[in-house]
């Protein structure tokens, strides 16, 4: 009886079926791509194959009007809307399409082009495939243009400022370190990804405090091979040559993807330092003129396999290793004056060697069972990844002032950062449109640092630097359950969701041979409760409103623990007191699709935070450094802060091969420090133009501006910049080739400026961000696989 009421209860999807066949000969068409597409913004939902008899299988298909589309090389496109209901039966016949080659049908009914920005839920969604403008790129210039996101010279995330941001691939965190991430997503090519979800929210079924970014690569197609080399350079300089093989069938493709890179970076930097004592009197002055020398060589080998077991069953895996090699080279030049009470001349220069080693490796299976047509299934995950690197340093420093003697240094260090996840997550479709989504995460994390510094006396031995050498080690457990229940009716959305995590850290942390020993042993346990609610209708237009709850701690076990851990001249230290920081989030958004104009989408946004944690400069004395005062950092809860902001997207497209996409963000933050608070209104915007002319050449224009934005008493600098580039295909798109400028009248910088009570810094950190950059690409085999073969980088971490 009850196995007869869940039957009923989940009887709100089912199959839908039918054939194709040739509008001119009657015969039936094998391999046509059959899919069901949302109306207001075709996103794909569900797809089949047609088999050797032109017939096609449409399964777990709720019940709702879809765009029916069917493709195939050389024929026009076909598009119907057809609206699907499962009450009585879970079969639905669309019968039998027609297909004619090269001409328009009647049953045409829209556009082929996805609008560029979209909204799913609590999902916003940038479709990279339908942007010309940066298929050229990487997955860095593609995450560029999604809402909210940004992406600095050196690779680091953030989205509307946040850093914390948590990174998936393919629907499943990417668990990579801050470092190997970084080199992931300089390699991935952007035309290997489908689209770009931003989750400004989240919902209680991820983690993330500060945001997800989910990057969807390209669906796989079915059979044959497909064989691509290719090259990338620029004038920084750098080169990147590149392999991709992939072969595929109607069960099993598997892609391997090789690549290498060779360049070298320079950058310059220079700002200034003043330390103030407790009378508010100058105690240090320092300018700096840095210049620095980075050339580096790596690669990376990947391997991605999907295995479609049965209808019900699939399974990928993936696997990769990448290794790194730098040497870089620091000159600096250091005005330096302390006051205590005279003027003191501690100028210097300073000549660092670096040599450094860095790998890394990951791999992981991700297994479905769909138990039936309903779309109750079963998924589980798992994930592991390792970064290393070790390496020298020599230094040199020599004083300005003869009374002072020069000195020599060497240090060595190295690192392991090991990670993982096991992820079981099952979703349970019932009745009028409930669906409940229930899962467990448990997640794993080990780090390990060690770092010896040495001095050499004037008698040539090497003596032992015993408060610059130390040694950690953390190991933390991070297990979470959740629940969301969703409801649909119409075009509205409800989604409810709670979420309980806890991550728990362990670990120790010392200097070689001081005995001074530090363990550090806590919990952070809490309750992340959601809402989503959403609307869309039949006019292309979307509503939605949405608001979380979360918590969040400092980043680093060090922070925890009262251990110094010292520079030349300065000294970090932990907080035992540090609160855990909850937050608020309220989001409201709307967008439209409007037909032969393009894309409108505005958000706005409210978020409190009661004990913010920030990091706070001062200043004191410390007799491991010596007589003067140095400056100390450590993480402080802020108290309160607030941020309130309002983004726009528009995309005009007035023909095919044309558009304007401008993007545009305006927000208010500020804080409440102990007796001080601060606010300040920022905003940033970026412009992309794409043109197609003569049918073969592309032609594109990007430009952004970000101003400067507040932090705990700091300031970052402003920044801009301007992009110019084309490409063209050659020999039925056999070979393809690229050029860009980058930055083309150098302007973009990066830097900040420090206003606490008893330290002020200003700075500025300037990269060649002016270079001309080309690509190569040649295919060998069926043109259809080109999306899975560039993503061997790309699909690292598995596709369905």
Not at 88 to 96: H, V
Not at 615 to 621: D, H, L, N, V
Not at 646 to 663: D, G, M, Q, S
């Amino acid at each position: 009886m009850l196995g007869a009421q869940l039957s009923m209860l989940m009887a709100q999807t089912g199959h839908v079926s039918g054939s194709v066949v040739d509008g001119r000969s009657g015969q039936k068409m094998p391999w046509v791509n059959v899919a069901l597409m949302r109306p207001a913004d075709t996103v794909f939902v569900r797809g089949a194959t047609t088999d050797n008899d032109g017939h096609f299988d449409i399964r777990d298909v709720a019940s709702g009007t879809y765009l029916v589309r069917a493709s195939f090389m050389g024929y026009t496109t076909l598009y119907q809307l057809s609206t699907f209901t499962f009450q009585g039966s879970n079969q639905e016949s669309l019968g039998t399409l027609t297909m004619t080659p090269g001409q328009a049908l009647e049953k045409v009914v829209v556009s082929t082009t996805k609008p560029l920005f979209a909204m799913d839920g609590e999902k916003n969604l940038y479709n990279t495939k339908e942007d010309p403008s940066i298929q050229t790129g990487t997955a860095s210039d593609a995450l560029q243009n999604a809402p909210g996101v940004e992406v600095d010279a050196e690779g680091n995330i953030t989205l509307r400022g946040v850093s914390s941001v948590e990174i998936w691939i393919n629907d499943r965190p990417s668990h990579m370190n801050e470092e190997a991430l970084k080199q992931y997503i300089k390699q991935m090519p952007a035309n290997a990804i489908e689209r770009i979800e931003v989750i400004t929210n989240p919902s209680a079924r991820y983690s993330s405090s500060g945001g997800v970014i989910n990057i969807i690569t390209n669906q796989k197609v079915t059979r044959n091979e497909l064989l691509c080399l290719g090259v990338r350079a620029n004038t920084v300089p750098s080169v990147s040559p590149w392999i991709s093989y992939v072969w595929a069938n109607e069960k099993v493709d598997f892609n391997i993807y090789l690549n290498g890179m060779y360049g070298n970076n320079d950058m310059a930097s220079d700002g200034t330092t003043t330390l103030f004592d407790a009378n508010g009197d100058t105690s240090r002055f320092m300018k700096y003129d840095n210049k620095n020398n980075m050339p580096y060589q790596g690669g990376y080998l990947g391997f991605n396999t999907n295995w479609v077991i049965d209808s019900v069953r699939t399974l990928s895996a993936w696997a990769g290793f990448y290794p790194y090699w730098d040497q870089n080279s620091f000159y600096n030049d250091y005005q330096y004056y302390e006051y205590n009470p005279t003027r003191v001349d501690l100028g210097y220069r300073d000549t660092t060697l670096n040599h450094g080693f860095s790998h890394g490796a990951y791999g992981g299976a991700w297994y479905e069972h769909r138990y039936d047509t309903t779309g109750r299934k079963l998924s589980i995950t798992f994930s592991g990844n390792y970064w290393a690197n070790s390496g020298y340093s020599d230094d040199t420093r020599d004083y300005y002032s003869p009374t002072l003697t020069d000195f020599k240094r060497h240090m060595t260090g190295s690192m392991w950062n090991a990670s993982g996840e096991l992820g079981v997550n099952y979703t349970l479709p019932l009745k009028k449109g409930f669906e409940l989504e229930l899962g467990g995460e448990f997640g794993f994390g080990y780090t390990s640092n060690d770092d010896k510094f040495d001095s050499l006396l004037p008698s040539g031995q090497w003596d032992p630097m015993p408060y610059r050498s130390y040694a950690s080690q953390g190991l933390d457990l991070e297990p979470a359950l959740y629940v969301t229940a969703q409801k649909r009716w119409g075009g509205f959305t409800t989604k409810l969701g709670l979420r309980f995590e806890d991550e728990i850290d362990n670990g120790w942390i010392e200097h070689h041979t001081l005995g001074d020993k530090m363990d550090f042993d806590k919990s952070f346990p809490g309750l992340v409760p959601s809402i989503h609610l959403s609307y869309q209708t039949k006019t292309f237009e979307s509503y939605s409103i949405s608001y979380t709850r979360r918590f969040s701690n400092y980043s680093a076990m060090s922070g925890y623990v009262p251990f110094r851990i010292y520079d030349d001249y300065s000294f970090s230290t932990g907080n035992p007191n540090l609160l855990m920081s909850y937050s608020h989030n309220l989001e409201a958004a709307f967008n439209k699709y409007i037909m032969k104009f393009g894309n409108v989408g505005l958000k706005a946004y409210w978020r409190a935070n009661t004990d913010e944690i920030g990091t706070m400069t001062a200043a004191t004395y410390d007799p491991v450094i010596g007589p003067y005062m140095v400056n100390y950092t450590y993480p402080v809860n802020i108290g309160s802060s607030h941020t309130e902001g309002v983004e726009a997207n528009i995309t005009y497209r007035p023909k095919a091969f044309f558009n304007v996409r401008f993007n545009a963000s305006l927000f208010n933050y500020g804080y409440n420090y102990e007796d001080f608070s601060d606010s300040r209104l920022s905003y940033s915007f970026r412009l992309n133009v794409w043109a197609k002319v003569w049918n073969k050449l592309e032609l594109f224009a990007n430009g952004s501006y970000s101003s400067p934005r507040l932090g705990l008493y700091s300031l970052t600098n402003a920044n801009k910049s301007l992009d110019f580039g084309c490409s063209s295909d050659f020999f039925d798109r056999k070979l393809s080739l690229y050029i860009n400028v980058r930055d083309i009248f150098g302007w973009s910088e990066w830097g900040s400026n420090t206003t606490a009570p008893q330290y002020q810094t200003t700075g500025s950190n300037r990269y060649k961000s002016r270079f001309v950059g080309l690509g190569v690409t040649w295919r060998i085999g069926k043109m259809e696989l080109e999306s899975k073969a560039r993503q061997g980088g790309a699909d690292a971490m598995g596709s369905r």
